[in-house]
């Protein structure tokens, strides 16, 4: 499981350190992609490949899936890491998730999220306001928090 919260500053030739707690875990190769709220996902292989199954049965006659498909399918690369622990994102992905100097990188159950440092920080304000609120809705799906 990922979790956590790191922050780390990504070079001028689109190279990133990921946390060694993400590392082993995430394997070689593993998959990053667009994600929602403009972050990047990374996935280990065995995650992606069930998300990818979970995807493939969406109905292909339904806009809506396929917009959502070819949008996390096209956006995606199987990446390594260099022998310094940092992965080099291309530039489509560092433009999408507005990856300039300074990123989170943070840990979500079954993913790593990848984050520039200004929309985590107003992602975070927001959403720490309604944590109660989003909370109160979770029972609604029987989770004790």
């Not at 875990?25 to 490949?49: H, M, Q, S």
């Not at 622990?85 to 998730?97: H, M």
């Amino acid at each position: 499981m990922f979790m956590g919260e790191y922050r780390h500053a990504i070079d001028e030739k689109g190279r990133l350190i990921i946390p060694s707690k993400f590392r082993e875990e995430l394997g070689a190769p593993f998959v990053i992609t667009r994600g929602l709220d403009n972050c990047l996902f990374a996935y280990p292989r065995t995650e992606w490949k069930q998300l990818e199954e979970k995807l493939k049965s969406l109905p292909f006659t339904r806009a809506d899936a396929r917009a959502f498909t070819r949008f996390f399918f096209s956006g995606a690369i199987e990446a390594e890491l260099d022998k310094q622990g940092r992965v080099t994102l291309p530039v489509n992905l560092r433009q999408y998730a507005k990856l300039e100097k300074e990123c989170v990188v943070i840990g979500v159950s079954n993913r790593v999220e990848i984050w520039s440092g200004e929309s985590w920080e107003a992602y975070y304000a927001a959403s720490e306001d309604s944590f109660n609120e989003i909370a109160e809705k979770l029972v609604d799906f029987n989770l004790e928090l």
